[in-house]
């Protein structure tokens, strides 16, 4: 980007591409999304991610069906205060024209969301095909809100095991699969988020850890995932936020993973847990500590 080799605008078309090629249905279905499933061997599809943030001319242009819709209660989506992911990189390239500077330490960083975190732009459902008089949050989980200020591009939210039980399939999304092997399990409730990561739809994405669910999806999915202590990431925003859940980065490696971790990380009064990581976090970025010397 510094160097104008790409423009960010560019860098999400190529990331939509890859999710045209590949997140498509990877199961048979004979009676729909909710039917019996049998696998396909080597489908060359996954279905990680359940809806796109585009707004509905640029959706149909890049012909995604309207399920993939950012909102399925407002169709006219015209909103100038909710910015679709191409408009929000179309701003941050004329930024880094105007500055000579990236907007943050995150800028160009194309991110899936688990669906059990509130987006104020993007359905948040976790998962249910439910009916909803607006399907839209009012406002971003706290650690969405840093990942945007910080320069990411929120571009999906993921598919996830509904309402985060075990599994890998929901009403909304239906089932998504392991793309080192389709007939294999993906992971936990945050397998959408991982398997996306996997097969380079995004540059990285949010999971879910209540049991193993950000762990085992990272391990099954050959990727890093981080599952915070508790009272260092906040949970404001999250469906069913139990006493054992928390937010974490899935990436491809150590260091972008320490990168989000170092802007989701700290105290938000919203979440009163995370008052206990005040004055017991680390001196340096995590970031300072993702060497390959070290890890």
Not at 20 to 28: D, H, I, L, M
Not at 188 to 208: D, K, R
Request: glycine share 8%; aromatic share 6%.
């Amino acid at each position: 980007l510094l160097k104008k080799e790409i423009t960010t605008a560019r860098l999400v078309e190529l990331y939509l591409a890859r999710i045209k090629a590949y997140n498509g249905t990877c199961v048979s279905e004979p009676e729909g999304i909710l039917g019996p499933v049998s696998t396909i061997a080597r489908a060359g599809q996954i279905n990680a991610l359940s809806t796109l943030n585009l707004r509905p001319a640029a959706r149909a242009k890049w012909g995604f069906d309207a399920r993939k819709s950012r909102s399925l209660t407002d169709d006219a989506d015209t909103a100038a205060s909710m910015p679709d992911a191409l408009e929000t990189a179309a701003a941050q390239d004329r930024e880094l024209a105007r500055t000579g500077r990236l907007v943050g330490p995150l800028h160009g960083m194309v991110m899936a969301i688990k669906d059990q975190y509130d987006t104020f732009d993007m359905r948040t459902t976790s998962g249910a095909d439910a009916q909803y008089a607006n399907d839209r949050p009012p406002d971003d989980a706290t650690f969405v809100r840093r990942l945007r200020d910080a320069g990411a591009i929120i571009l999906a939210k993921a598919n996830l095991a509904e309402y985060a039980v075990d599994g890998a399939r929901s009403s909304f999304g239906g089932t998504f699969c392991n793309p080192y092997d389709t007939e294999r399990e993906p992971g936990m409730s945050s397998a959408g988020s991982a398997t996306a990561v996997a097969a380079n739809l995004v540059t990285c994405a949010i999971g879910e850890e209540t049991g193993v669910s950000i762990r085992w999806p990272a391990a099954v999915n050959s990727l890093v995932g981080l599952a915070p202590t508790q009272e260092l990431v906040s949970r404001d925003g999250m469906m069913g936020a139990g006493l054992n859940m928390r937010p974490g980065p899935i990436c491809r490696n150590v260091q972008d993973a320490a990168r989000i971790l170092d802007v989701i990380a700290g105290y938000d009064p919203k979440d009163e847990m995370t008052a206990l990581a005040v004055g017991r976090t680390l001196p340096k970025p995590y970031a300072a500590f993702a060497s390959a010397q070290r890890l």
